[in-house]
């Protein structure tokens, strides 16, 4: 057989290209659901440390350490293989969504942290003697400033995690890398393993040129 | 309580399971030992490589650090374990796991790289030609200290998600950590394997993440 019919069959890639589409949506949901929850989470997170409440903070700082040291993956398999024994099934999809969600959230949560605490404190004071609450405070003058900073690291690595939702086939999730692998299985032929790989580029190509414009944006003053 | 003490934390299962997981955490630093030399050295070719301004240097040197960055590392991964055997080539768990992760992670460590040493002022490099530095010579003992020192918090960054990344591995059978962990779990039907290799990750790389954390709170507080 040649290189073609091995890797750019075009028979084989139109039966499967259906399932392939398919994984496509189910990536596509996962990395937005990804994306909304854990950046949500972490902003949360990062304004509750912004409290001062110092039993509260310890605990943040070590959830947040806990799910930087810990590989996505590993985490996957452990909600997915060790909540069972607890009498709760996670399904391939929650258990792919909340490991990736809980990796972002303390990623983000780090790097808006760090922008929170990069306002001098003559901004706070500034803002509070003009009559702001904290609140209004946070949401009118540091925040904005903050995540201004915060916008280049926070998208690289939010385009990093969401890349791992290829790790929920190693749980039977039908993305497009386990439509793909059980294509490949099914046929006997590596083809849709390449259209997966295509529909990989076509997904994340244009996030990636949209982080390195974001880098350029936003770049540092020197 | 109890129940639960006897599920997650088996101190029994665990005693069974510990030699295992052990020897799959010396193979997850091989694996660690073996990838981060290996993407660094690629990372350093490709961000000095980036230096030469024309076009039929850079263009490509963008394309390679943006397709790694857009391909996911598993899918990599699979499509050289499982994928180009198809086409007769078989490199084996190990061979795989050492081209695809030499791929994946040089394009991360090029782009910090070049990333330092375009931060590194123009200025220095002509007053090192000046003196009479070759331009490699330039590039070796001028502008890469002061480039390394700019970006360490994203080298450090990166190589512990290197550490990290190196659990894919077990997708190709290497009894690495999670693997070991995995199969020392279908043994005993007893998640408390994959919890102690949980553990086990979180004990070795935490100092690292609290470094980690300090340098680059600094880098962002540094921005403004």
Known sequence: MSFRDTFLNGAVMARYAPDILHGLLVTIGLAALVVVTGLAAGLGLALIRSLGIRPVNWLIIFVVDVFRALPPLVIIILIYFGLPSAGWVPSPFVSTWASLALVLMAFAEEIFWAGLTAIPAGQWEAARSTGLGFGQTLAHVVMPQALRLTIPPLTNRTIAITKGTALGSVVALSDILGAASSAMSNSFNPSPLTLGAAAYLVLFLPVVAFGRWVETRFAWKR | ?224
């Open chain 2, 1 to 224: 309580m109890e129940a639960v003490i006897e599920t997650f934390f088996n101190l029994e299962i665990l005693r069974a399971a510990w030699p295992v997981l052990l020897h799959g955490l010396g193979m997850t630093l091989l694996l660690s030992a073996m990838t981060i030399p290996l993407g660094v050295g690629a990372g350093l070719a490709i961000a000095l490589l980036s230096t030469i301004r024309h076009r039929w240097v850079r263009w490509p040197l963008i394309a390679y650090v943006d397709f790694f960055r857009a391909f996911p590392p598993l899918v990599l991964l699979i499509f050289l374990y499982a994928g180009l055997p198809f086409a007769g080539i078989e490199m084996g768990g190990f061979g795989c796991v050492a081209v695809g992760f030499f791929l994946n992670t040089g394009a991360y460590y090029g782009e910090v790289l070049r990333a330092g040493i375009e931060s590194v002022p123009a200025g220095q490099i002509e007053a090192a030609r000046c003196t009479g530095l070759s331009r490699m010579q330039a590039l070796t003992w001028v502008v890469l200290p002061q480039a390394i020192r700019n970006v360490l918090p994203d080298l450090l960054s990166n190589t512990l998600e290197v550490v990290k990344l190196t659990s894919l591995a077990s997708i190709v059978a290497i009894p690495e950590l999670l693997f070991q962990s995995r199969q020392a779990q279908s043994l005993t039907y007893n998640p408390t394997p994959i919890v102690a290799a949980s553990v086990i990750y979180f004990v070795v790389l935490w100092p690292f993440v609290r470094l980690l954390s300090r340098l680059e709170h600094r880098a962002i507080a540094g921005r403004r």
